[in-house]
């Protein structure tokens, strides 16, 4: 049961065959076999998950209208607020911090009757490419348990390959949907900006956050993307765009396709197999008929440091807050008062004053290396006399990709390519290596300065039985475009139904 | 006296919180007094996730203000990130607007009936938008050195409206401050109540020393804060130009030789103190707020706010004197009670005719009562047209003023209409054949005041009035010395 999609184990559900109590134990009964190896989720709902799940059993005997994703289990990344249930973002600083609301996202998984199975481990504050910044645990990639499961969506990924959970809630700043569901072979959607609200997702950079579906299969991703997307009028950027079915279209294929290849991501860097398995892909296409045309980005080189300005920018603003007065992490107070009265004997009085020594230790304490480091870049580049430089340079950098999006999807239905360089490296490898750690994002990034959408669905294995993954990205609020070229992809091969062995 | 030897350049900031039910980025509401954070979100806690949506009542609430105070409303304005890190500001950034505010180049007349300085426009920079932050309550007497935060103002709109440097006295000041709450009252946007903290005020001031060359030299920029009344200003600012004239002296300092200092005024002992500087840079890392789209407004939208202004102070007070013919003393002081005192004059004298009469009865009269009683206008029992039915009794002879006066008091303590009250008073009119008779008894009861008379001195009739008023109170006493006069001179 575990190994079916979502979509069909919604028919099972809906035919009798099967109760969401059964299916709900039969994903926790999972987690129970292999969670302990992967470590995808920070919490995982063991007792609400099945009352819920009776609940819903209940409410279909008696007839009552049931949402879309009725009965079926969901692992949310622990970065979308829900009431009464810690939500950590990976971090100390949030470690008891029980929001008194739900994010529009959990709300609509709620009203859609879906079983909140857990919420998944990630980066904290979702700043990584690997989970490994989580100040909780690392986690394992299944398909290679001493590698990463990329990030910072990397428990959403991961819960999804080692098939603990047919649904997953992720999100993507710069790539952090899409990046792990490569590295774990599994179908991760980044909605175009403004598709779904963000409301309730703890912000890392709110102009490039997004909320997303993650899936075992193009189908089941157009299912959730449908459920969770809309206009909200609480989030001011949310757009107000009517959602299309996805699910009803999501199955025929895109008439006169023609599919832009970038030459540019084939270029020094990027791992042999990938490159092979993602040309293989654009043979696919063509034998299904699509019209392949190069196209040039050529602003896309600039992607990287553009987003490594904007986002820290960003960044260093949205996570002021945590500073110790509210909520939250706060240094221990008799520690920092003990500490401060000494210093007064030796200076004589002088020196920082109570509220700002606060603010520093519990910052210091309740944040990790990657988030300070990412709050004090942001802080740097906004200082004054720096604005000019940084700021207003990055964001006309951003104005010229968007521009070459623009000008490519003039031409082209979707733009094709790889999502990572490489497949997924052992832990630790890059942990000293903040700038390698970066590049994880070079073919994902443009996507989040442009607002465009993006999809990554497996595409191969490399020798090493690691997964590749081929990214797609249309036009804004182009999803149902999107969705059918992917699924035309998966109709035609196989590489979405390979699971890993859990060692 | 000789002229001090130097110009005093002051500007003002002043902060005006708008009257909205709710507040700036969120619903919660805005109501004042309540208990300690019981008017509270996500969105105003600055909770994570949470996102603000702005207000739009808040917007054109300073778009009118904006167009009252003379200023060009872009089509197009945003929200920026102010960053710094207070207890009361819990989101860690005030959202604000910074390089592109919604209003900007204004200006506000001001003008001093009694000639305590010569008409003029003080410019405006700009008028911005915000949100106001909470409120950090000192807990000091406990012995606690605690500090509470109240986040019930956190969110709640601000007008931050920024003047030129123009003006050149702490009277110029006083006047612009009070004109400016007159127009925000006119324009029913705000309470302006600077004890709740409706309207705020922190002024910049400097010296331009003159020098025996003839060069005027500026001195260091102090920003003067904590003044919680008009008279705390204008108090504050005659202090701060003495205490800077003294430190020139001192020391010589010029503008840029030291930096820009922040004073807080103490009204209890009457002076200003240096404020501890801020546990916050003074880089504020200004950045716009991704999580807000820009605001726009066609010009369409803001002709149709200037057709909604009401008209305004200096426009009524023009009017006053233009077309009711009041003394421009008489209507300024008429135009500063407010709109309501304007319609209730206007009404007065529609209904009696005599713009004269009714303006000297509302400014003499009405504004007493409303003082002494601490009323406000609605709370004022006797309506225009009951008032006009007594003023019309005076211009017609049934009674003089000062007995008017009398029955405007049994109007209000009675509250009963004119005619009621002057029954109740006894006053009513003599008829005319009596008074004749009245007049003729009283003559001939007095031969000395005749020949007085008849020999030139017409005061001497003065003595009949008296004795006439005696035997009838209602008489008219100009009519009564009339009739005497004639009766004497027929004889
Ligand atoms: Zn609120």
């Not at chain 1, 409301?199 to 899936?215: E, I, N």
């Not at chain 1, 002088?350 to 910052?363: F, T």
């Not at chain 2, 900031?13 to 909205?20: A, D, I, K, S």
């Not at chain 2, 039910?21 to 600055?46: A, H, M």
């Amino acid at each position: 049961m575990i190994d079916l999609s979502a979509t069909s184990l919604l028919a099972k559900l809906q035919s009798g065959e099967v109760s969401s109590e059964e299916v709900t134990a039969a994903f926790l009964d999972r987690i129970n076999a292999v969670e302990s190896r992967v470590g995808a989720f920070l919490k995982v709902n063991s007792e609400s998950a099945m009352q819920a799940a009776q609940a819903v059993d209940k409410k279909r005997r008696s007839g009552a209208p049931l949402g879309k994703l009725a009965g079926i289990p969901i692992a949310v990344k622990d970065i979308l607020c829900t009431e009464g249930e810690a939500t950590t973002c990976g971090s100390r600083m949030l470690e008891h911090y029980v929001p008194p609301y739900n994010a529009t996202v959990v709300e609509h998984l709620l009203a859609s009757d879906a079983i909140v199975i857990g919420r998944t481990n990630m980066d904290e504050f979702a700043m990584g490419s690997s989970t490994e910044n989580s100040a909780y645990k690392p986690t394992s990639n299944p398909w290679d348990l001493e590698r990463i499961p990329g990030g910072s969506s990397g428990g959403a990924a991961a819960c999804l390959a080692a098939a603990m959970a047919p649904l997953s809630i992720g999100t993507d700043t710069g790539g952090s949907i899409r990046q792990p569901a490569a590295l774990c072979g599994v179908v991760g959607l980044k909605p175009t900006y403004g598709r779904v609200s963000r409301f309730g997702l703890v912000a890392f950079a709110s102009s490039l956050d997004q909320v997303g579906p993650m899936a075992t299969t193009v189908e089941d991703t157009a299912l959730l993307l449908e459920t969770i997307a809309g206009h909200d009028r609480r989030d001011s950027t949310s757009a107000k765009i009517d959602v299309p079915q996805y699910t009803a279209s999501v199955n025929s294929p895109l008439e006169n396709l023609t599919i832009g290849v970038v030459p540019s991501h084939y270029q020094d860097g990027l791992d042999t197999e990938i490159e092979s398995a993602v040309k293989e892909a654009i043979r696919v296409y063509e034998s299904l008929g699509a019209r392949i045309k190069e196209i040039e980005m050529p602003h896309a080189q600039y992607g990287i440091a553009t987003y490594y300005f904007i986002a820290p920018f960003e960044a260093s603003g949205n996570l002021a807050r945590y500073d110790g007065a509210h909520y939250g992490y706060r240094t221990d107070q008799q520690t920092m008062l003990d500490e401060l009265s000494e210093e007064a004997n030796q200076t004589d009085g002088a020196g920082e004053s109570p509220l700002v020594r606060m603010y520093r230790k519990s910052r210091s304490e309740g944040f990790g290396s990657e988030v300070q480091r990412r709050v004090m870049l942001g802080t740097y580049a906004l200082s004054e006399g720096y604005y000019d430089a940084y700021y207003l340079k990055a964001l006309k950098v951003r104005r010229l990709i968007r521009a070459d999006y623009d000008s490519a999807f003039d031409q082209v239905d979707c733009i094709l390519g790889p999502v990572t360089a490489s497949p997924a490296f052992r832990r630790g490898e890059k942990t000293n290596d903040p700038l390698a750690m970066y590049l994880e994002d070079l073919y994902t990034v443009n996507a989040n300065l442009a607002g465009v959408a993006g999809i990554s669905l497996p595409c191969g294995l490399t020798s090493e039985n690691l997964p590749i993954g081929l990214h797609l990205q249309a036009a804004p609020f182009q999803e149902e475009k999107l969705l059918k070229v992917a699924n035309m992809y998966q109709s035609a091969t196989d590489w979405h139904t390979r699971r890993p062995e859990i060692q | 006296m000789t002229n001090p030897p130097y110009d005093v350049i002051i500007g003002l900031e002043v902060h005006v919180q708008l009257r909205t039910n709710t507040k700036l980025f969120c619903r919660c509401s805005t109501e004042f007094g309540n208990p300690p954070n019981t008017q509270t979100c996500p969105v105003c806690l600055g909770l994570p996730g949470a996102l603000p949506v702005m207000n739009r009542k808040a917007y054109e609430l300073s778009v009118k203000t904006a167009l009252a105070l003379n200023c060009n409303i872009p089509n197009f304005t945003k929200w920026d990130r102010k960053q710094y890190y207070y207890p009361d500001l819990p989101k860690g950034y005030q959202i604000s607007q910074f390089d592109l505010p919604m209003s900007e180049n204004g200006y506000l007349a001001i003008s001093s009936p009694d000639g305590e300085f010569e008409d003029k426009n003080v410019g405006i920079i700009r008028a911005h938008l915000e949100e106001d932050a909470g409120k950090s309550m000192h807990d000091e007497a406990q012995g606690l050195a605690d500090t509470r935060i109240d986040l019930n103002r956190t969110g709640t709109p601000l007008l931050e409206i920024v003047s030129e440097p123009d003006m050149r006295s702490a009277e110029e000041a006083r006047a612009y401050l009070q004109e400016l709450r007159l127009l925000l009252t006119y324009l029913d946007v705000s309470d302006c109540n600077m004890q709740e903290g409706s309207l705020r005020v922190d002024a910049n001031v400097n010296l331009h020393v003159h020098t025996e060359t003839d060069e005027k030299i500026a001195t260091p920029i102090v920003e003067v804060k904590n003044m919680n009344s008009f008279r705390a200003v204008e108090r504050a600012l005659h202090y701060e130009v003495k205490r800077q004239y003294e430190i020139w002296q001192e020391t010589g300092n010029r503008i840029g030789d030291v930096p820009k200092q922040t004073r807080g005024w103490d009204d209890n002992a009457q002076l200003t103190r240096a404020q501890r500087e801020k546990e916050e840079s003074s880089d504020y890392r200004y950045f716009p707020d991704p999580d807000l789209v820009p605001v726009t407004i066609t010009n369409e939208q803001v002709e149709a706010f200037q057709q909604q202004i009401p008209e305004l102070p200096a426009a009524l007070r023009e009017k006053l004197v233009d077309e009711f013919s009041l003394t421009p003393y008489t209507a300024d002081v008429i135009v500063n009670q407010g709109p309501e005192v304007v319609a209730y004059f206007q009404s007065l004298a529609e209904h009696t005719g005599d713009a004269k009469q009714s303006g000297n009865w509302v400014q003499g009269e009405v504004l007493r009562v409303l003082k002494e009683e601490d009323w406000e206008l609605s709370e004022f029992p006797i309506s225009a047209e009951g008032l006009a039915d007594l003023l019309k009794a005076i211009q017609q002879g049934e009674l003089n003023n000062s007995r008017g006066k009398e029955v405007f008091s049994e109007m209000l303590s009675a509250g009963t209409s004119a005619a009621d009250a002057m029954a109740a008073l006894g006053i009513e009119k003599v008829d005319d054949s009596a008074l004749e008779d009245l007049c003729r008894e009283i003559v001939m009861a007095n031969p000395k005041v005749i020949s007085d008379v008849q020999s030139g001195n017409e005061k001497a009739v003065g003595a009949l009035i008296g004795q006439a008023k005696q035997k009838n109170p209602n008489v008219n006493p100009g009519q009564v010395r009339q009739i005497c006069l004639d009766i004497i001179n027929a004889l």
